[in-house]
């Protein structure tokens, strides 16, 4: 069934169920090989190309890019017989591509991982997985409808030493885990500054990189990688870093039991036209146990080497990309650690002398495992073999958008400078009118036709 027909047909159940039939059959045959197409080709774009190249069952079928000199590049470095696309709707119409990897700016995500679902195609999305709260769901709903396997682009859930760090957390080596604390920290100061508004570049199609976006005129700083910094397109370093260490809290500790968010900071020193924080700090209380997140952009400092750290009532563990260390707290009778200067007068507390070897509440742990491009290859892998079994991937919708939802939250209490209050169940915030209309955002023409034949919008 061509990709437009169904859309027009609004997702009934006999489109459905056709088109899923058309699928399986152009899925991967006895050969077992996967025709892939990518959308965008970008920092991360070109990493996935380069991944996806290294597996011995992937064809690189066709690229599809807003800006034709990364479309060249991209066609260049996937070699072949490859297609080129400025449209990726056309690519999207190819029956020879089998699944999609969309590595576009944030606010493409949602809308082309749904039209790719109901194109028939399984899904490789980068995170974050969404620019407002509804379109996780409305991407939940869609997949499960169409059949459709998707994988999140938080690749550390593919990382050996996570897995391991996340097992030591369910089976309670540091205790119950009491605080979460987490940070992106840099110093860009002074910032990528005010270019003004101008034509955009011939080889850039802007209309379409702008797609559901507003209608704005062009600007340098709104195009290729500063995108993030815009709130028409992205959430800063919240829904950017964020997004990575949101999802790894989830997996580990569960963001089901969120209940309320505050946030606060400002886009205060760095001098330039960007709108996201350059500082912000974030507290989610989450059931017994609350999450710290923080971003400074304006001042390094000193810093662990670790951007994520648990913390339990047996001790810590600290977890970056290259490894993770487990420190265990010291086992000492409550009353010891009373201070104790020059000794309490009649009527104190009686300190406990502790004699003997030092005990701890857990045993300590190091890994030094970690290896960036092995855990992007890993979660290629487990794409690629979920799209032949059809079982869940490693890093699913579901999980995707309850972190993707803390950040827009926490950005969402920064920006009307108050806390909400968060039901999950019924995905809302309570009490605050004004606030619940911004979990959903309207898309632009044409592109709002194509959510309304999702039935969706």
Known sequence: ???????????????????????????PGASGR????????????????????????????????THRGRLH??????????????????????????????STPDHWHALMTMMACAAGKDVYVEKPLTLFVREGRWMIDVARRTHRV?????????????QRARELIKDGHLGRIVSVRAEAVRNVFPGFGRPPDQ???????????????????????????????????????????GAHSFDIIDWAVGLRKLRTVSSSGGR??????????????????????NVHWSVRECSHGQTGSFPLVFYGTKGSLAISRRGFVVTPDRDVPPDSLIPNFVGHPTGGPTIVQVRGPQRYRTKPDTDHSGNEATQFLGHVRDF?????????????????????????????????????????ARETIIGDTEAAKQLVRPYRSPWDRELKALGLG
């Not at 590049?73 to 999609?100: N, P």
């Not at 998707?150 to 996570?162: N, P």
């Not at 702008?210 to 290729?224: D, E, F």
């Not at 919708?397 to 827009?408: D, F, I, Y």
Request: glycine share 8%.
């Open 150 to 162: 998707v994988q999140v682009g938080t690749q550390q859930r593919s990382a050996k030493h996570y």
């Open 384 to 424: 690629l073999e979920c799209v032949k079994s059809r079982q869940q991937p490693i890093a699913d919708l579901a999980s995707a958008h309850r972190a993707a939802t803390a950040c827009h939250l926490a950005n969402l209490s920064l920006r009307l400078g108050r806390k909400l209050r968060w039901n999950g």
């Open 1 to 27: 069934m061509h990709r437009r027909a169904f859309l027009a047909a609004g997702l009934a159940q006999s489109a459905i169920s056709a088109l899923n039939a058309a699928s399986y059959e152009r899925a």
């Open 34 to 65: 996967i025709g892939v197409g990518f959308i965008g080709f970008g920092l991360i774009g070109k990493r996935h190309v380069l991944d996806f190249k290294a597996q011995e069952d992937v064809d690189l079928v066709g690229l599809a890019e």
């Open 268 to 289: 205060f020193d760095l001098q330039d036209n960007g709108e996201t924080p350059d500082l912000q700090d974030a507290l989610f209380e989450l059931d017994r146990c």
């Open 73 to 102: 590049e991209g066609a260049a470095l996937m070699g072949g017989s490859v297609k080129q696309h400025a449209d990726f709707r056309r690519l999207l119409d190819d029956h020879d591509v089998h699944a999609v990897v969309v």
């Open 199 to 241: 034509g955009p570049p011939a080889e850039l199609n802007w209309d379409m990189w702008l797609g559901p976006a507003p209608k704005r005129p062009y600007n340098p700083n709104r195009a290729i990688y500063h995108f993030r910094w815009f709130w028409d397109y992205s959430g800063g370093q919240t829904t950017n870093w």
